[in-house]
C-alpha cells in the first residue's frame, strides 16, 4: 500500500492515548529531564510559529524517552489577559466563550501534529482552579511588603485603555500589543517589588551557563546596576532643594544646567513659586512633555525640548549657581527623576545647550593632550581621562577622581555612595476585565483589607459585558463591586483592577507538576523532584519580560518556603526558537503570506510538516518556508515507507540478532555497519549536545540512501545487517516523525511502542575505519595517495609510505633531508638534488 499519512496518524495518535503512553509521574530510580516550552496564548488558531516550537519540544522529549529519562512534559494555555480580550471583542462575543473554544481547537491541532504531552497536566490559567493560587501568590507578597499600591505616573495604552509595565512599552514607546504610542498618566496602581530582588536576579545570570548569552545580555541591560553618587542639590533663594543621582560624579565641576523631569515634584512646586504666566508656561510644557513617548524623548540625536523655569540651582562644590531647566529627556522612571548637566562630557547634554545656548565647561581631558576648547568641541567626550578645571582634583584619573570627590560628598554630608538599578518594581494593575481579579477590597472603616484565603478564589464575574473599546467591565458589576468586609463585616467596594496577565505565566510550570491539586498551588515533593526546568523553549521577545518575572516568582516562592531554598532560577536551558517567514518577511496575515498548518497537515500530514520545519533551519535561526520543500520531505517519508514495505519478506526472516563489528567480513557489510552506527552515533550528539536538528536529518536522508543501495537477498549476515539498519532508521527518525515509523515499526512485527523503545547504541568498533587514505607530498607538492591501516604511529606510517614501489621510484637519485608525517593524514618528504 502507498504511505498514506491520512489513515496512519490519526490511527497511532489513539494508540498512545488508549497506552498513555506520555503519561509521567515520579520516580526516583530514573534521571527526570522537563521539557516545555512557552504555552501559548488561545486568542487564535494556532499559526506555523507555535507548530516550529512545539515540534521541538516533542522531538526532544522523544528522544530523552528512548534515551532513560523520566520526562515531565506538558502543556496548557496563556488564557486571561488583553490578546483574548481583545480577540474576543473583535469578534462580538464573551472573552470566556471566545477562549474556551479556542483552546478546544488549540489542543485538537497539537494532537494533530503528534505532540506527546501528558495531557492530565493542562493548565488554563482562565479558570478558577488555577488563578485561586495566583491571588493566594498576591496575598502572601502583600503579607511580606512585596505588592503594594501606590500614586504613580503610569505607562498608558489608549487603545487598550490599561496601563503597561516598563516591559511591556516597546520600540519607539509603543503598546507591546497593539503599536499605539503609549502615554503617561498618574493613577494609583498595585505594585510588587521586583527591586528587593534586582541584585540576585543579575548574580544569578552568572550561572545560567545553558541560556543564549544574547538572552543573557538582555536582561543585565535591563537590570541595569549602577554605581554613583546620590547628592543633593539647592535651589537658590528657596527652601527647597533636587536629588539627583550620578555615576560620573568626577565631572560635578562640569555643570552648566540642572534638568528635570517633566513629572518630578519639583516641577510643580517651582511652577506654584512662579508668577501666574511663567507658572502657566511650565505646567503646559510639562503636560505636553509627559504625553510624549519615552523612545521620542530619550533618544541620542533626537531634537531636544526645554524649558527654563527661571530657578537656580547650587552647586555644592564651588558654590556656582547654574539654571534650571525642564527637559524632555528626563524620565521619571530611571534615576531621581533629575540631572545635573555636564555638556561636555554626556551627548543628550551637548545637544541641549549647543539648541539653548548654554555654557560648555570640560572637566575631563586625554591624557597628554591639551583642555578642550568648549567653542570648538563638535560633541562630547564621555571617555575616561584626566580631571581638569576641578579645582583641587585637577590631575587626577578618573577613577581616582570619582573615588576621592565621592568621599568629599560623604564627609560633608552633601550626597551618599550608592547602587542604583534600572529595573523597576513591577506594575500589574490592568484596567481591564479578562484577568485574574486582585484579592482586596476597600473599607470606608478599615480601609485596604485583604480577602481571607478561605475565600479564594475570588471569581471573576462571568455574566459580565465588555465594553465595545475594552475598558473594564467590572465597574459596571455593582453586585460582584459591592461586599462585606471581611474584617469588620461593614460595607467595602472590590478591586476592579486585575492582575498582568504575566503573573499567570510567571508560575504555571509549577502548577503541571501537581495537576488537580487542591492542598496548594503544588505539592512540594513534586518541585524537588521535577524542577527546575531543564529545557525551556520559546521566543527571545519575551527576554526581557516573562523571563524577569518567571525568575522573581521562584526566588519569592522559594523565600515563602515553597520550594527547597536552592531552588533559585526556573529554567536551567534556554532554547529561543527562531521565526517561520515567507517571501522574505515575518509571516503575518496583514502581509497575505500566512500558511494554516491545518491545511499543510490535512494535505501531507503532520509528520511530513514536522520533518521540513526540523530539517530547513537550526532551531534558534529563522526558517524560510518553501513549500518545494515541505513536498520535499513528503517524498522522503514516502522513500522511508517504500524501503520497509518493499523489502518485508527480507526483512521478516531476517536474523533480529545484532552482528558485531569483528564477527565480519565481507567489505560492503562491513561499510553498511560502519555507516548504520556512524549514524546513530552522529545524530545522537546532532540532537542531545549540538541541538542540530537539520543536520541530524540529513545524516538519517544518508543512511536511508545507503539501505536503498544495498541488497539484503540471500538472507544470513547481510539481511541480518540490512534489517539493524532499517529498525535504526525507524528509531532515529521516530522523534522527528513518530506516526509513519510507529506504522513501520509495527509492520516489522514489533509489538511494542517505538515511542517508548530504546534509543540504539553504538557499537563504537564499527566506527573506526578500515582504511585511511594518506597522501605522499614531496617538498610540499602531492604525488601519490595510499590506502593505509588506520591509526598507525607516525614511525609507523613512515615506514609503511617509505616501503612502497611508488615512493622509491619518486625519491630514487635524491637526498632525503627530511621526513614529515602527519598519522591518518600525511608523509611529506623533502628531498634535494
Given at each position: 500500500m502507498a504511505y498514506d499519512a491520512g489513515v496512519i496518524e490519526?490511527?497511532?495518535?489513539?494508540?498512545?492515548?488508549?497506552?498513555?503512553?506520555?503519561?509521567?509521574?515520579?520516580?526516583?530510580?530514573?534521571?527526570?529531564?522537563?521539557?516545555?516550552?512557552?504555552?501559548?496564548?488561545?486568542?487564535?488558531?494556532?499559526?506555523?510559529?507555535?507548530?516550529?516550537?512545539?515540534?521541538?519540544?516533542?522531538?526532544?522529549?522523544?528522544?530523552?524517552?528512548?534515551?532513560?529519562?523520566?520526562?515531565m512534559y506538558p502543556i496548557g494555555f496563556d488564557s486571561f489577559g488583553m490578546p483574548a480580550e481583545n480577540a474576543a471583542i473583535k469578534q462580538k462575543t464573551h472573552p470566556a466563550k471566545w477562549t474556551l473554544s479556542n483552546i478546544d481547537r488549540a489542543i485538537e491541532q497539537l494532537k494533530s501534529m503528534g505532540c506527546g504531552y501528558d495531557w492530565r497536566r493542562l493548565v488554563k490559567t482562565c479558570l478558577p482552579d488555577y488563578y485561586r493560587w495566583s491571588q493566594w501568590f498576591f496575598l502572601k507578597m502583600y503579607e511580606r511588603g512585596l505588592a503594594y499600591r501606590k500614586y504613580a505616573p503610569v505607562n498608558w495604552c489608549e487603545t487598550c485603555g490599561t496601563v503597561l509595565a516598563n516591559e511591556q512599552v516597546i520600540g519607539d514607546g509603543v503598546c507591546w500589543r497593539c503599536d499605539t504610542p503609549v502615554v503617561k498618566k498618574n493613577l494609583e496602581q498595585w505594585f510588587l517589588r521586583i527591586t528587593d530582588y534586582a541584585q540576585e536576579l543579575l548574580d544569578c545570570l552568572d550561572g545560567l551557563t545553558g541560556w543564549p548569552e544574547r538572552v543573557l545580555t538582555m536582561q543585565r541591560n535591563w537590570i541595569g546596576r549602577s554605581e554613583g553618587v546620590r547628592f543633593r542639590i539647592a535651589i537658590a533663594d528657596t527652601d527647597l532643594s533636587i536629588e539627583a543621582f550620578t555615576t560620573r560624579i568626577d565631572t560635578i565641576y562640569g555643570i552648566t544646567f540642572v534638568a528635570l523631569a517633566a513629572e518630578h515634584p519639583v516641577t510643580n512646586a517651582l511652577a506654584e513659586r512662579s508668577p501666574e504666566a511663567k507658572r502657566d508656561e511650565i505646567l503646559d510644557f510639562a503636560r505636553r512633555m509627559a504625553s510624549r513617548s519615552a523612545i521620542e524623548r530619550t533618544a541620542v540625536g533626537g531634537d531636544k525640548m526645554g524649558l527654563d523655569t527661571g530657578f537656580e540651582a547650587i552647586n555644592p562644590v564651588n558654590g556656582k549657581r547654574v539654571p534650571i531647566w525642564i527637559a524632555d529627556y528626563i524620565l521619571m522612571d530611571y534615576g531621581t527623576g533629575a540631572i545635573m548637566g555636564v555638556p561636555a562630557h554626556d551627548q543628550r547634554d551637548f545637544d541641549f545647550v549647543r539648541k539653548y545656548g548654554l555654557g560648555v565647561i570640560p572637566v575631563v581631558r586625554v591624557e597628554g593632550e591639551p583642555i578642550p576648547d568648549p567653542e570648538k568641541m563638535t560633541a562630547a567626550t564621555e571617555a575616561d581621562g584626566i580631571s581638569c578645571n576641578s579645582g583641587e582634583f585637577d590631575g587626577l584619573p578618573t577613577p581616582e577622581a570619582i573615588r576621592k570627590i565621592s568621599e568629599r560628598f560623604e564627609e560633608r554630608g552633601w550626597g551618599e555612595r550608592e547602587t542604583q538599578y534600572r529595573l523597576r518594581d513591577w506594575l500589574i494593575s490592568r484596567q481591564r476585565y479578562w484577568?485574574?481579579?486582585?484579592?482586596?477590597?476597600?473599607?470606608?472603616?478599615?480601609?485596604?483589607?485583604p480577602i481571607p484565603e478561605s475565600d479564594l478564589p475570588v471569581e471573576l464575574p462571568l455574566d459580565a459585558v465588555v465594553p465595545p473599546n475594552g475598558g473594564n467591565a467590572l465597574l459596571d458589576c455593582p453586585d460582584w463591586v459591592n461586599t462585606k468586609c471581611p474584617r469588620c463585616g461593614g460595607q467595602?467596594?472590590?478591586?476592579?483592577?486585575?492582575?498582568?496577565?504575566?503573573?499567570?505565566?510567571?508560575?504555571?510550570f509549577f502548577r503541571y507538576l501537581s495537576p488537580g491539586y487542591d492542598g496548594g498551588p503544588f505539592r512540594p515533593e513534586d518541585a524537588k523532584y521535577w524542577m527546575p526546568v531543564d529545557l525551556y523553549i520559546g521566543g527571545i521577545?519575551?527576554?526581557?519580560?516573562?523571563?524577569?518575572?518567571?525568575?522573581f516568582f521562584t526566588k519569592v516562592l522559594s523565600d515563602l518556603g515553597l520550594t527547597s531554598p536552592d531552588l533559585r532560577e526556573p529554567f536551567t536551558g534556554l532554547?529561543?526558537?527562531?521565526?517561520?517567514?515567507?517571501?522574505?518577511?515575518?509571516?503575518?496575515?496583514?502581509?497575505?503570506?500566512?500558511?494554516?498548518p491545518d491545511e499543510i497537515i490535512k494535505k501531507y500530514g503532520a509528520d511530513t510538516a514536522r520533518l521540513f520545519i526540523l530539517f530547513a533551519s537550526p532551531p534558534d535561526k529563522s526558517l524560510d518556508w518553501s513549500d518545494k520543500g515541505v513536498e520535499g520531505a513528503h517524498r522522503?517519508?514516502?522513500?522511508?515507507?517504500?524501503?520497509?514495505?518493499?523489502?518485508?519478506?527480507?526483512?521478516?526472516?531476517?536474523?533480529?540478532?545484532?552482528?558485531?563489528?569483528?564477527?565480519?567480513?565481507?567489505?560492503?557489510?562491513?561499510?553498511?555497519?560502519?555507516?548504520?552506527?556512524?549514524?546513530?552515533?552522529?545524530?545522537?550528539?546532532?540532537?542531545?549536545?549540538?541541538?542540530?536538528?537539520?543536520?541530524?536529518?540529513?545524516?538519517?536522508?544518508e543512511l536511508c540512501n545507503g539501505l536503498s543501495a544495498f541488497s539484503p537477498s540471500g538472507g544470513g549476515t547481510g539481511a541480518s545487517l540490512f534489517r539493524e539498519g532499517v529498525e535504526t532508521l525507524l528509531l532515529c527518525l521516530s522523534p522527528f516523525c513518530p506516526h509513519v515509523c510507529e506504522e513501520l515499526w509495527q509492520m516489522l512485527g514489533h509489538d511494542d511502542l517505538l515511542a517508548r523503545a530504546k534509543w540504539p547504541s553504538v557499537d563504537t568498533d564499527a566506527l573506526a575505519a578500515d582504511s585511511v587514505t594518506v597522501v605522499l607530498q614531496i617538498n610540499g607538492k602531492l604525488r601519490e595517495q595510499y590506502n593505509v591501516e588506520p591509526g598507525l604511529s607516525r614511525e609507523a606510517l613512515i615506514e609503511r609510505v617509505m616501503s612502497e614501489d611508488a615512493t622509491r621510484r619518486r625519491i630514487e637519485g635524491l637526498e632525503v633531508v627530511k621526513v614529515i608525517a602527519v598519522p591518518d593524514k600525511l608523509v611529506n618528504i623533502v628531498v634535494k638534488g
Open positions: 490519526p490511527k497511532w495518535r489513539k494508540i498512545w492515548e488508549e497506552r498513555r503512553a506520555f503519561e509521567t509521574e515520579r520516580d526516583e530510580s530514573l534521571p527526570k529531564f522537563y521539557c516545555l516550552e512557552m504555552f501559548p496564548y488561545p486568542s487564535g488558531a494556532l499559526h506555523m510559529g507555535h507548530l516550529r516550537n512545539y515540534s521541538i519540544g516533542d522531538l526532544t522529549a522523544r528522544f530523552l524517552r528512548m534515551n532513560g529519562f523520566n520526562v484577568g485574574t481579579p486582585i484579592p482586596m477590597v476597600y473599607c470606608d472603616r478599615c480601609g485596604l483589607v467595602a467596594r472590590r478591586e476592579t483592577d486585575t492582575m498582568d496577565t504575566f503573573i499567570c505565566s510567571s508560575w504555571y521577545e519575551h527576554a526581557c519580560l516573562h523571563l524577569i518575572y518567571a525568575r532554547l529561543t526558537q527562531g521565526m517561520v517567514i515567507k517571501d522574505g518577511a515575518k509571516m503575518s496575515k496583514s502581509l497575505g503570506n500566512v500558511v494554516d522522503f517519508l514516502g522513500r522511508v515507507f517504500r524501503l520497509v514495505e518493499d523489502n518485508l519478506p527480507a526483512l521478516g526472516s531476517a536474523s533480529a540478532a545484532k552482528i558485531p563489528m569483528n564477527g565480519i567480513k565481507d567489505p560492503e557489510h562491513r561499510a553498511l555497519k560502519r555507516l548504520i552506527h556512524s549514524t546513530t552515533d552522529r545524530v545522537t550528539k546532532d540532537i542531545g549536545d549540538e541541538r542540530q536538528l537539520n543536520t541530524a536529518v540529513a545524516r538519517l536522508m
